[in-house]
């Protein structure tokens, strides 16, 4: 055992050991908490203050976001104060705050509970309420729960909770006990309970009652101390558009809560006591189109209406009234061709006092204005503070929502903070016209990825068109700096102080901004296209964004539309002699459900259009390339050319020009695209081969050749094709007794996962696309009825994983599992049947030797990748992103499938084996994330940079997370503690030696001449 603990530990090399002073410097990591969620006012981001002292207050902005996360921002410089993540089965659908606590409910129909404390996120309560597989209301997720915090004689105060739209509980917030619990009697009715109203002695339950054109309000009150119903009765109404025409009012002054809500055109509310007797009231001023819950109900009892011509007005309760009363009209704010549609929102003042803001854009200013009420100011009569501020809606999309966050600094003067969020998924600060800070979001949804190498900075200078003499001029020009530049090689060659591999790299740049590459090629453009229709230029030793550029939506942009990534390609590379350009392939699904295929062609460096002139901070409109769906595209790198299949298997090239369509026509016949064919949950693979459309001259259509032989009950989930980008170093690997394995290098392997319809059971196959004939196979089980299974396939290797939850069978083991292929050519050793260059219709192209063996994990993994470099010499090992929110590097020889369960022999020795181990060891040493919690991880890119040893690793997810491995350590590089200015001195002594001791040998050697 303890030789094998030795061999384990020579396995991780001590340069997969991450230094301290290492950290951050070779490594970055964004935290991100997603874009935030805005669609309902339980879950919509807010500023919430909490007092110190009597005189003093922090306060932070919560928001939930689609990325499941409920997170604290700091207002003062954008950062995280504390985040609390999600599970993806169990959505956060609501939260609540008062003082210092922050309630929130999560899974389908509020199943669980959690408090948290406001300032530094400690978890106070979990309590499961319900089951989730039980929660009656999935869709919208957040209907038919609520959530209200009532003070009580101890620090927490307790919670009630509205769940499943028809169950209401009073939790102790210290114990989680519960204190009492009421359930309608009628589950199955047509009353669906979406709000509450809390008050010392009675909880009011708001309802709709569903009728045949429209909803009715249904009113239930409750004992705060029993939970017994007082009283239960239905108000005539008509609510047309569900709760969000409903509004509880409450006010801080103890004046009786109310009930607002619209009703065909006109605003109706009641008072809300026990016995529910009160009859409604009715509006008397103009038709309504809406009302707006712009968060002040609780406590202060105001809402917004808008109008029919569009304008807004504020309402509040009516204290001398039954009802409410309109208290304010913002001016201008009918809809007119000057400005964008208003957004609203509510804020308060450390104070408590209520605010009232409207923001905008101006057509004319082509600013983004704010309008701030105030009701408390000039003598309760109200008054508005307006700005204007520089908001860039060409880089950061539309604003589409607001919170706000005041200062009274006496007499007229109101600073307003702004949070706002935007349509690309950016979240900003201003403290009113100046720019605190942004975070982009919308990193967390990114959909394609791509690196991007940089060109040296005298490729950047040639590759503008120059005439002789302005070539000349600009030798002479870049001579000025050769003084310095010759001061700065003497002092590097006589101190040592060279560029190393984890040294931090100095931004570096060239005469017209442009990014250069560095020494060793870290320094890269990592282009990524996001779900939130955004492209990124990052620089990728930093993660700073270099560029951005909103995508167009084109004719969508009238009716409104999404932009989803596909894929990204490099296009033009530095080796072509200019600028590296990219281009990004996404769907644009519009709100008419119609689906097009566009293209965004790009400068990789500067985010320039490259298919036109368009300026810098235009939105970047791309190409119709399908009028529909896209069904698959591939890439080929020799021709340069994009080919994208649309739903009747025509061919579109891009670019479509004649030297394109040359070059296409002479590789056309000897291309077989496997595609999925049929509907979601009864799809196939079909074979295609391409042939010319007799109908239409230079367009090709793919027809189908072959089709899988795979079991009818299963489903194909996805097709992973490896990247035959990586070179092949090694054709085969000698073994110990001086045989060879040679690789099974067929370019026409492709991997398949499959689900079974009817049993808990997924499939891995291994297939030749040019004929669909399987090369491996095997069936493992579903977690839960659910197959994720994770795989990834390189040259000759497959590895994949999936988590076994049952037992059943003999061998089997429970826990997650990996599982490492080999494929070599031949039934032995020797065997040598050239699979690289061979026919996929030889008789021997399927004559392959199988190596397989599983290993047991400590913990899930979400992603996982293998690394690339440039010459594909170094050892390729596996980077996966575990449960945890680590990101660890798996050594290969772990994971060699040929390790053998006894003691090695001398010639498995020699191979470098060590006896097999079911578990793969948890070596902190092989964590590179070390501190840093990357959470959600969805996927792992790698990319190579100059040296061969070393590999760029960049993981995105919630986060992003980006470092350099070196799986065989840095050979190609001398150490860090290597000792340059001794080896100088020595050198130099040496040389002195020389120069001296020249003479007296010569002088030696004439005298022996003349006395011989």
Known sequence: ?????????????????????????????????????????????????????????????????????????????????????????????????????????????????????????????????????????????????????????????????????????????????MKWGWTSADQTSLVIYTKLVATPSTIYLIGLAKSIKSNTLHITSLSAATGEVIEDVSVPSHIADGPGDVIPLTSSSDAVPRLAWFDRGVIRSMLLTPDLKDKPASTKEARYRRIIDIGLGEGHGMFLAIQ????????????????????????????????????????????????????????????????????????????????????????????NY????????????????????????????????????????????????????LPEEKVVHSSKSEVFLERVVRHFKDAKDFPSYLIAFVNRFLTGSYETPSSALPFSANA?????????????????????????????TSGDIVWSRVLGLGWAGEIGATIHPVKIYVTRTVADGDTPQVVV???????????????????????????????????????????????????????????????????????????TDEAFAKVASSLYLPLRAGSPGNRRLVGHKVHPNPELHDRYFASPVWTTAFPASEDILSVIRPSNSQPVASLGKVLGNRTTLYKYLNPNLLAVLTASKTASQCSIYVLDSVKGSVVYHASVPGASGVCDVKANLVENWLVYYYYNGEINGPGQTKGHTMVSVEFYE??????????????????????????EQAFLLPYGITALASTSTKFGMTTKD??????????????????????????????????????????????????????????????????????ESTSLVLVYGLDLFHTRVSPSGTFDVLSENFNKAQLIFTVSGLLAAIIITRPMVRRKRLREKWYQ
């Open 878 to 947: 596996i980077i996966v992103a575990n449960q945890n929110h680590q990101v660890q590097s798996i050594p290969r020889r772990l994971l060699d499938p040929r390790r053998p369960k006894r003691k090695p022999t001398n010639e498995e020795m020699e191979e470098m084996l060590i006896q097999y181990d079911p578990l793969l060891p948890y070596e902190a040493r092989s964590i590179l994330s070390h501190n840093n919690q990357v959470a959600n991880v969805q996927r792992i890119v790698t990319s190579p940079a100059l040296l």
């Open 402 to 453: 607001v919170a706000i966050d005041n200062a009274h600094h006496g007499g007229f003067q109101v600073l307003t903070r702004l949070f706002l969020t935007t349509t690309t998924g950016a979240v900003q600060l201003w403290q009113k016209d100046s720019l605190q800070w942004t975070r982009e979001e919308g990193l967390a949804t990114i959909g394609a990825v791509e690196f991007v190498d």
């Open 512 to 540: 017209s901004g442009l990014l250069t590459r560095d020494t060793f090629g870290f320094r890269k453009i990592i282009v990524v296209a996001t779900a939130a229709g955004k492209i990124y230029g990052l620089d990728s």
């Open 1 to 177: 055992m303890f030789c094998f603990l030795i061999a384990i530990l020579a396995v991780f090399p001590g340069v997969l050991a991450l230094h301290e002073f290492e950290a951050g410097v070779v490594d970055w990591h964004k935290t991100l908490v997603g874009v935030p969620l805005a669609h309902s006012p339980s879950i919509a981001s807010v500023f919430h203050r909490v007092h110190d002292t009597a005189n003093t207050t922090r306060s932070v902005i919560l928001t939930a976001t689609r990325s499941n996360v409920l997170a604290a921002l700091n207002p003062g410089d954008g950062s995280v104060a504390w985040r609390h993540i999600f599970e993806p089965e169990d959505p956060v659908v609501a939260f609540h705050r008062q003082r210092d606590t922050v309630a929130a409910l999560s899974g389908p129909g509020g199943a669980t509970l959690r408090s948290f404390s406001a300032l530094t996120g400690s978890l106070l309560l979990e309590t499961r309420l319900h089951d989730p597989s039980s929660g009656h209301l999935s869709e919208p997720i957040d209907v038919g729960t609520a959530l209200a915090l009532q003070a009580t004689e101890s620090s927490q105060p307790d919670i009630i909770v509205l769940t499943d739209g028809h169950s209401v509980r009073r939790i102790d917030g210290a114990t989680s006990e």
């Open 585 to 659: 392939v996404t769907q644009r699904r519009a709100e008419n459900t119609l689906i097009d295929t566009v293209l965004f062609h790009v400068d990789a460096l500067t985010g320039e259009n490259a298919r036109d002139s368009s300026s810098s901070g235009e939105i970047l409109q791309g190409l119709d390339i399908i009028s529909g769906p896209l069904v698959d595209l591939f890439f080929l790198p020799e021709k340069k050319v994009i080919v994208l299949i649309d739903e009747f298997l025509g061919l579109h090239l891009y670019p479509d020009n004649g030297a």
């Open 308 to 399: 029919g011509d569009g304008s807004s007005r504020v309402f509040r309760i009516d204290e001398e009234g039954p009802g409410v009363k309109a208290i304010w009209e913002f001016a201008d704010s009918a809809e007119s061709n000057r400005n964008a549609e208003s957004v609203y929102s509510g804020g308060l003042d450390k104070d408590g006092y209520p605010y009232v803001a409207r923001v905008f854009w101006s057509h004319v200013l082509a600013k983004a204005n704010a309008h701030v009420f105030v009701p408390h100011l000039a003598e309760g009569q109200g008054l508005v503070a307006g700005f204007a501020f520089p908001f860039d809606t060409r880089t950061h999309g539309i604003i």
């Open 826 to 851: 031949g039934s032995k050793p020797d065997d040598k049947t050239g699979s690289s260059d061979m026919s996929s219709y030889s008789n021997k192209s399927i004559n392959v030797s199988v190596y």
